[in-house]
């Protein structure tokens, strides 16, 4: 292991476990020592309706309403289009779309003063089925070889249709947002959140101010997982037009059935595969996706292209054709969560290259394995596999720990009796850093490193730490380059005040690409150190020299400068009176590049893998036909926890990535995206049926064994 790889204590380790840690809900007053009005929304009833009127009950003094008629700037959230509403304009479209805020001192009393306000609707007919969206955000397609021509002349042609479900992040801490106007004009908002520089964007826009009438700063945040990449812009400008009005703080957080409810969450999918076979092997792919946006675009242009780029898997095949649609529904808009559209395409391909090779009598290991893509041959959208690629080793490394070989040879044979048993794999990729040219021509990353009198160094960034460690990994760089201990290192909360936009905290970007420029910037430091000088360092970011340039109106070039690998197997016993399936076993190799700091990436691979454990079985949301989501509460959506999967097993396989700092590439969102088709293979193979959607719980176990 390197040196950089040993593992220290967390910077926030002691704060967090003594309770010393300040939430956004633990502030009882303002920081310059305000009080805090609670902000509450009032929400539609309904999917989708006019909104013809809004009858206030009389409010007592310091108690206030604001709506988009309150909106100094723009009523538009600045995310990817301009299509989410601060506030609704004059239709809702989703059931709990924010129709205004009601603020006052005292939360009860708002609350109470909500309920008291008659809104008057005109219905309309919402769209609530994703096959009869017919309205669709974003549209794309991309290919390469001659598809039909290999449908043609294949020997058989197979066709499916693969289905996934919602999911949701699950955070500890819910969503929460606070603004503050500032003695000097400026609106000071801060909260639960990964992205600074998206809520500034966001709140200059709405508020109308430019950016110098903004401040952001992140708060300590209980988990984002996606989930606080895009609504803390909208949470963040709706708290701000109260402030506005109100001339005071006002902060509101969520309760958790709100945040289960009207944040947003991954997208369901519904995902048809076409693929030729000739002579043994898949000789062309033809894909169609199509994702569940909800009722505004918000992320699902980016969501949908990782998606797609992700849709012919790990596998060389010469022919490819992918369109992708993200469709609008009268439901709550979808959003970021850990994998990012991939783990909804990885469980379609991996699952049709098993039944693939289940009807030709072939294993499906092999007939994977046999297919997998090496170094140097073309993407998906005509980019290239610069690195090597690990796959082959790491499936022996998986082999090693569940007897993957075996035991799915074992399992595959009829089984009878009341407890069978199942083994599944997964093999896939995740794209490290943004997808395509966002870097280098919309990021276009800055860090700096200030270094004080006293030999101390303060990290410059605008990453969050969401659990995932940059308070301890990034000054941990630093430290090493500089050879100073990494107590002299600090990183705090990043303030817009004062750290430059280097960035979102998305896309399992931080360590790799800002991590490296603060490498860069600290050994800059170490060149011109002067021992009790304040100094100052900055770097840029600039794209790797091997790039192919990404067109993205073409999908064509190097969507990612490299990737991160995975394979996962999964154990199951199914116990076919019950429907349950236990979990005996749960075995992965990633590959991330070096850990830069092995603790806590080991602590992400877990965590993720289970996140992905949930996503593949027991993690169930859905809407009536009304639009309205049936599971808001953890009694009525399951997670998993540690002892649901007592036998994880994670190795590191470390493929050294040249541009990422020693090595590392992206982490944080690989864990996730290959546990559901590991998972559902296993399943598969233990009840002895072919499956096609996720997640798989045991009311679909049963429903499955009494399908003749
Ligand atoms: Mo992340 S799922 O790219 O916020």
């Not at 967390?10 to 007053?29: M, Q, T, V």
């Not at 020592?33 to 007592?60: D, F, H, M, N, Q």
């Amino acid at each position: 292991m390197k040196a950089i790889s040993q593992s220290i204590r967390k910077k926030d380790h002691d704060p967090k476990i003594e309770g010393r840690s300040r939430y956004l809900a633990d502030y009882n007053f303002t920081d310059s020592g305000k009080e805090i009005l609670c902000g509450k929304l009032l929400r539609s009833r309904y999917a989708k309706a006019k909104v013809l009127s809004v009858k206030l009950p009389e409010l007592p003094e310091g108690y206030l309403y604001v709506d988009r008629g309150d909106i100094p700037g723009d009523n538009n959230v600045n995310i990817v289009l301009d299509d989410t509403p601060v506030f609704a304009r004059e239709t809702v479209e989703y059931i709990g779309e924010p129709i205004g805020m009601l603020v006052g001192a005292d939360e009860k009393e708002v609350e109470r003063l909500l309920g008291e306000i008659e809104v008057e609707y005109e219905e309309l007919e919402p769209v609530t089925d994703l096959r009869k969206a017919d309205h669709a955000f974003f549209n794309y397609e991309f290919g390469h070889g001659d598809v039909e021509k290999a449908f043609a002349e294949a020997d058989k042609v197979y066709e499916e249709e693969f289905r996934t479900g919602y999911q949701e992040q699950a955070y500890l801490e819910v969503q929460g947002m606070m603004a503050e106007p500032e003695e000097d004009g400026k609106m000071y908002v801060h909260g639960s959140l990964q992205c600074p520089y998206y809520v500034h964007g966001a709140l200059a826009r709405a508020l109308g101010t430019g950016p110098d009438g903004i401040h952001i700063f992140q708060d300590v945040t209980g988990g984002g997982f996606g989930g606080k990449e895009d609504y803390p812009s909208i949470l963040g400008c709706q708290v701000a037009v109260a402030a506005h009005k109100a001339q005071a703080p006002v902060r509101c957080v969520f309760d958790r059935r709100e945040d289960m409810e009207f944040t947003p969450k991954r997208h369901p999918s519904i995902c048809k595969y076409k693929m030729a076979v000739k002579d043994g092997r898949v000789t062309a792919v033809d894909c169609d996706v199509i994702f569940d946006a909800g009722a505004y675009s918000t992320l699902s242009a980016v969501v949908l292209q990782r998606g797609i780029i992700a849709a012919p898997g790990v596998y060389d095949i010469p022919n490819v054709h992918v369109t992708g649609r993200a469709l609008k529904t009268n439901t709550v808009p979808c959003g970021a969560y850990r994998g990012f559209g991939a783990p909804q395409t990885f469980f379609a391909v991996e699952t049709m290259m098993n039944h693939i090779a289940q009807d030709m009598g072939e294993d499906t290991i092999r007939f994977k394995e046999k297919h997998l893509v090496k170094q140097g041959d073309k993407t998906s959208t005509n980019g290239k596999y610069h690195f090597p690629v690990p796959l082959p080793a790491m499936l022996d490394e998986v082999d090693g720990l569940a007897q993957l070989r075996k035991k799915h040879e074992e399992y595959s044979k009829p089984q009878t009796g009341r407890c069978r048993r199942g083994m599944g794999l997964s093999v896939y990729f995740h794209g490290a850093g943004f997808t395509g040219s966002g870097e280098r021509d919309i990021i276009k990353a800055t860090a700096k490193l200030h270094k004080y009198a006293d030999g101390t160094v303060e990290v410059l960034a605008s990453n969050a730490d969401i659990g995932q460690g940059v308070r301890t990994t990034f000054p941990k760089i630093v430290a090493h380059e500089l050879n100073l201990p990494v107590e002299k290192v600090y990183y705090n909360h990043p303030d817009t005040a004062r750290v430059p936009d280097s960035g979102p905290t998305v896309a399992s970007r931080s360590l790799m690409t800002v991590g490296e420029l603060l490498r860069r910037a600290a050994i800059k430091l170490r060149d011109i150190w002067v021992e009790g000088e304040e100094q100052e360092v900055e770097e840029h970011y600039k794209e790797p020299d091997f790039m192919i340039p990404f067109y993205l109106d073409r999908f064509e070039g190097d969507a990612y400068p490299t990737y991160a690998w995975g394979v996962n197997a999964v154990e199951v016993e199914v116990d076919t009176y019950t429907g349950l399936a236990k979990i005996l076993g749960a075995y992965a190799s990633f590959d991330v590049g070096t850990p830069v700091d092995y603790n806590i990436v080991m602590g992400q691979m877990d965590g993720g893998f289970l996140q992905g454990l949930g996503y593949a079985s027991i993690e169930k949301m859905d809407y009536d036909s009304k639009g309205r989501i049936r599971n808001n509460s953890f009694t009525d959506y399951l997670i998993p926890t540690a002892l649901d999967v007592p036998n994880l097993k994670v190795t590191l396989h470390v493929e050294e990535y040249p541009d990422g700092p020693y090595g590392a590439k992206g982490a944080g969102e690989l864990p996730l995206v290959g546990a559901a088709p590991a998972y559902v293979e296993a399943i598969e193979q233990a009840i002895g049926r072919k499956l096609n959607h996720a997640p798989f719980n045991a009311e679909d176990v049963i429903a499955a064994l009494e399908e003749k």
